[in-house]
């Protein structure tokens, strides 16, 4: 059994910071690519920031890129995302994804994040 749970959501004035965090449980993690989406009301899910396996490779949507930071700590099963400079269109449910080979992929429950002007 699968298992990734999202923490570190929360309500945040523009122009402050938050770190998500993503517990997996019940597969070799370092086996997997690790990567945040964001669902903003009304939008569809988009891609946020991926890291590959050993942390050496990462990926960030152009709206994000310079202010969130992803990264993995394999030995405790873990990927953080630092969000830092953040503006209210960055308010949406943030999930976190697991993926290997291209085609098992896991996904959280997600983690709201509020930004407030």
């Known amino acids: 059994q699968v298992q990734l749970v999202e923490s570190g959501g929360g309500l945040v004035q523009a122009g402050g910071s938050l770190r998500l965090s993503c517990a997996a449980s019940?597969?070799?993690?370092?086996?997997?690519?690790m990567g945040w989406f964001r669902r903003a009301p009304g939008k569809e899910r988009e891609f946020v920031a991926t890291?590959?396996?050993?942390?050496?490779?990462?990926y960030y949507a152009d709206s994000v890129k310079g202010r969130y930071t992803i990264s993995r700590d394999n030995a405790k099963n873990m990927v953080y995302l630092q969000m830092n400079n953040l503006k209210p269109e960055d308010t949406a449910v943030y999930y976190c994804?697991?993926?290997?080979?291209?085609?098992?992929?896991?996904w959280g429950q997600g983690t709201q994040v509020t930004v407030s002007s």
């Open positions: 994804k697991a993926s290997f080979r291209s085609s098992w992929n896991y």
């Open positions: 019940g597969l070799t993690f370092s086996n997997y690519c």
């Open positions: 890291i590959g396996w050993n942390g050496g490779a990462t």
